[in-house]
């Protein structure tokens, strides 16, 4: 059971690292909310795993809170940061 946890933790950490650099600043420049989400659906869901008795129930429960709460963080992010200037420069 022990063993089984870090899996699952180790996999997740790996995913969110590799997810998060996937989106990058050329594409979106203001992408808090995408990353926000992604990593609040990823942590609720095994939050809500190791939580109870539930085991899949939990982790669907904690993958939505954590989702509504990333993004709604990422949001607020999103909005507290000035947009882009264009420079001009080579097009």
């Known amino acids: 059971m022990k063993r089984s946890i870090l ?3 180790l996999i997740s950490s790996s995913s969110i690292a590799l997810l998060t650099g996937c989106t990058g600043q050329e594409v979106a420049p203001n992408n808090a909310t995408q990353t926000g989400a992604a990593t609040g659906a990823l ?3 095994v ?3 190791n939580t109870g008795s539930g085991g899949g ?3 669907a429960v904690g993958a939505l809170i954590g989702t509504a709460v990333g993004a709604g963080l ?3 992010i999103d ?3 000035p947009e882009p200037v264009e420079t001009g420069g080579w097009q």
Do not use: D, E, Q
Request: glycine residues 22%; charged residues 0%.
């Open 47 to 49: 939050i809500g795993y």
């Open 57 to 59: 129930g939990n982790a």
């Open 79 to 81: 909005n507290s940061n």
């Open 74 to 76: 990422g949001s607020a």
């Open 7 to 9: 899996n699952i933790i």
């Open 43 to 45: 942590a609720g869901a």
